[in-house]
């Protein structure tokens, strides 16, 4: 009973793939996506379709019933985006030395200091900010519909070594344990009169007391660690069982199908641009 | 019943270092027996619970003089793995215990069947036994580290109780546990020495060796100054002039006797204090009615 309540239970189809069908997925959205960025517009020298590319990955979210979630995640990214876009047009003003930029916009707020849209900036901008944006948010779209412990049984299950999967889930498993337990050691550093908010500068200060005991403790706590887990058999040389069951969910073909499709597309529209 | 344990005159020392952190010790673990380790702080006690699992000379490496031998074969003769069936271990932190890989405390206590390849469909049932002696049934479905610490040494016990070793090995379980966690996973090992499981306690806390252990193995700067009966050894006053601390009722049984109150014995555990006090009150009373 307790093993039947451990499986993970998931309505949507496509949530529920088999894990190494998304990887196949992901994989495929980026050959397209190669494939879309080479086919350059006539006006800027970048792909426009690029823009829209993204748009799959959020069809994709909303086809797996993970909309919110996947926005919620998304949204970090969508800062970076951001962030480069207007560092970007309003600091790059042209990309080969020499030549002056284009200005799109000027504002001119005192004699010394007018910000300035520039328009290799803007582009160039776009340009890195859909690159990130289009490489982050499949990933997002993957972690967001997979449970670590999903992909890692699948992973195993194919043949990939137990050790590098332990590493991969257990450093997970970690950051957020970690993540506290230096919570407490602030909050102990704190109470021993260490400032531990602020500026950046005294955070740095706060930064090694709180960092010294973490890392020594996680030291001597290791041979503990490697101890216990060769008790629980964790090198046995017997072949291991896993109550954790994977089933596919019978939407591997069609969905990895539409983006074999998808690229394929792409690519043959590519070769008619050649050809043409 | 036969030796499971035979320690064959060993001396170890740790890499780099001079000083061996156990010399010439020798003894044996009966089958059954419940056996307490003691003595202070860097006696050697962890060592000595390496080596009886092997963890020295294999994991720690060092150098080993003489031999321990599990069921008739040196420990080093054995292959990677084999000894965990046959001998548990409990560590002291239970927060190193934990895997990192499951997200809940059934999968966490399961994980040591799947990594030997027990079936799927008896690993359910060795589990829920397992948190059924540990108490910890109703945490089933928390996450590891989610739970408290004395919760999560007895999911540690569970872990290490599922594989069904014939040995246990415990050492200091509760140094990082509050009152309640302690009495928490005391309870469980008393429930331990109703099976017929040989366990290896090590323990500061003098009274609840007191209480449990029957044997006891006293070590300081590495040697054994005392291997014997806990009756005999925990009630020798000698020992606290070693700087080997006595359970308070050996203590006060024998500052009684030294002011001449007749003790049939010196009592180690509450009960003996209260069975012996009050034998000696009532023995008063009655000299004092025929004066
Ligand atoms: N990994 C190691 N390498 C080198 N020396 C060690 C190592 N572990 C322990 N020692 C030394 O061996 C001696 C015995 O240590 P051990 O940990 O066995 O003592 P202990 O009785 O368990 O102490 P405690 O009560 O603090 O747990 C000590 O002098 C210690 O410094
Ligand atoms: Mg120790």
Partial sequence: MYTERIQIQKSNKIEAMDP???????????ATSAVLG?????FDGYSPMMYFWFLVVIALAVATGITLRFFKALRVVVSVFVIVLLVQAFIVETGTSGEAG???WRWHLAENFHPTLWKYGLQNGLRLGFNILNGASIFVWLFQSTLHKELSHALESRGMNHKVVYVFLSSLQMITVLGNKSKTIMNAQRARGVETEGNIFVRAKAFFPTMVPLVLGAITDMEERVLTMESKGFSAPSKKTHLLKLDKSGAEKPVV????GLLSIVVIWRILLWVL | MGAVIKVENITYRYPLTEKPAIKNLSFEIEEGGFYGIIGPNGSGKTTLCALLRGFAPSFYKGDLEGQVLVDEKPTTAYLEGELSLRIGYVFQNP???ISGVKDTVFEEIAYGLENFGVPVDEIEDRVVRAMKLTDIESLAMKKPFEISGGQQQRMALASTLVLEPGILIIDEPTSQLDPEGTESVFKVIETLKQTKKTVILVEHKIDLIAEYAEKIIVLKNGEAIRIGDKQDILSDIALEAEGIQLPQYAA???????RGVDLEYIPITEKQALDVIGKAISKEAKTNVVH
């Fill in chain 1, 20 to 30: 190494v069908a998304k990887l196949w997925i992901v994989l495929f959205y980026f």
């Fill in chain 1, 38 to 42: 080479s086919i350059s517009s006539p």
């Fill in chain 1, 102 to 104: 284009v200005i799109l």
């Fill in chain 1, 257 to 260: 199908g539409l983006f074999i």
């Fill in chain 2, 95 to 97: 927060f190193n215990q």
């Fill in chain 2, 252 to 258: 006060l049984g024998s500052r009684l006797r030294e």
